[in-house]
């Protein structure tokens, strides 16, 4: 009976461990990893270059006095592309304001002189057109204002000075492809033959990203995905949404001085499921990531995925380790 009791009080501890320790209250395992946690992403290319001079130094197309945002309200339409273009600022005895334009407006279409009308999504359609209209046109522009259409035509006037720099956001996707991207400065867009807001910067990529594997590299512009162009970083997010597992996209890739196009997968395939086993010795399955090892009944057990693994020794004592670093999210 003593000898009962000392076993008794020495298991005690091991049991104590085992059940703090994940053995009853423990929690499944994670399979994903936190955000970022793979991402590498290059400092020296986050901020946007320092190149107000030749900024300065580019064409300046006309001016409009409009100044065109997103028109997107809520976070559901940020993963789509926005139907119009919200006018978020009129500039003071400008053009826009004697075609009677306002604050708040959304511009759905415009045309020059008598050629086609184009749809407006992004502020960068908008710029490209105050690029390439000619002096003496008239832009015929279809707008909405609190649900109600309206036309207008603006005369644009020759700019005299270079339109105020663009913000250099930061964006990141992780669930199909694994990149970081910032807009394209106006001189970067300007090389990569872009009009301003074009483009984007890939900054950051996933260690297991697609798009490293078929070539992409830091400081590449991003100025085509499947034959479309990139208006934006978030034109470029709202693609990468509406592509499917497995697809296969063609990346328009401009690497100073050279364009180029990569093919590259979306996203990576899950492994086939695989099992060995040696009745009442070993057994062994990997399935979906998870991996599940067995000796002698479970006498010895792990079960690991690729963030996470919990170990446990004689049925009862098990421990869990893994990756719990998070990287600092991109501001």
């Known amino acids: 009976m003593i000898g009962l009791t000392r076993i008794a009080w020495l298991m005690l501890p091991l049991m104590i461990i085992s059940f703090s320790g994940c053995g009853v209250f423990r929690s499944e395992l994670p399979t994903k990893a936190a955000p970022l946690e793979n991402m590498e992403v290059s400092r020296t290319r986050l901020a946007m270059p320092r190149d107000e001079s030749e900024r300065q130094a ?22 789509t592309a926005p139907e119009g273009i919200l006018v978020v600022r009129i500039v003071e005895n400008s053009p826009a304001v004697g075609a009677g334009l306002q604050e708040g407006d959304i511009l759905i279409e415009a045309a020059i002189n008598e050629e086609a009308p184009v749809s407006l999504q992004w502020p960068s359609d908008w710029y490209r057109l ?16 609190a649900g109600r259409d309206g036309e207008a035509d603006i005369k644009p006037v020759k700019r005299l000075a270079p339109p105020r720099r663009l913000n250099g956001d930061t964006f ?11 807009h394209a400065s106006e001189v970067e867009a300007h090389s990569a033959r872009l009009t301003r807001g074009e483009g984007c910067v890939i900054v950051g990529l996933a260690r297991t990203s ?84 067995s000796v002698l009944l479970g006498l010895y057990r792990v079960r690991k995925t690729a963030v996470a693994s919990r170990t446990t020794l004689l049925w009862f004592i098990s421990f869990t380790t893994g990756d719990s670093t998070r990287l600092e999210e991109i501001k």
């Open 58 to 79: 580019l064409p300046l197309g006309v001016f409009t006095g409009v100044e065109p945002g997103d028109s997107r309200q809520t976070l559901e339409d940020q993963l």
């Open 130 to 145: 105050e690029q390439t209209a000619p002096l003496d046109c008239s832009i015929h522009v279809l707008f909405d204002r």
């Open 172 to 182: 990141r996707e992780e669930a199909k492809v694994g990149v970081v991207v910032r």
């Open 210 to 293: 697609p798009w490293r594997r078929a070539g992409v590299v830091f400081g590449d512009i991003i100025t085509h995905i499947n034959g479309q162009p990139i208006k934006n970083p978030q034109a470029l997010l709202a693609m990468i949404n509406d592509l499917q597992k497995d697809d296969v996209i063609s990346i328009g890739v401009f690497r100073d001085p050279t364009h180029m196009t990569l093919m590259s997968s979306v996203s990576k395939r899950q492994k086939q499921t695989s099992d060995f086993k040696i009745p009442l010795i070993y057994s062994y399955e990997n399935s979906r990531g998870i991996k599940k090892t």
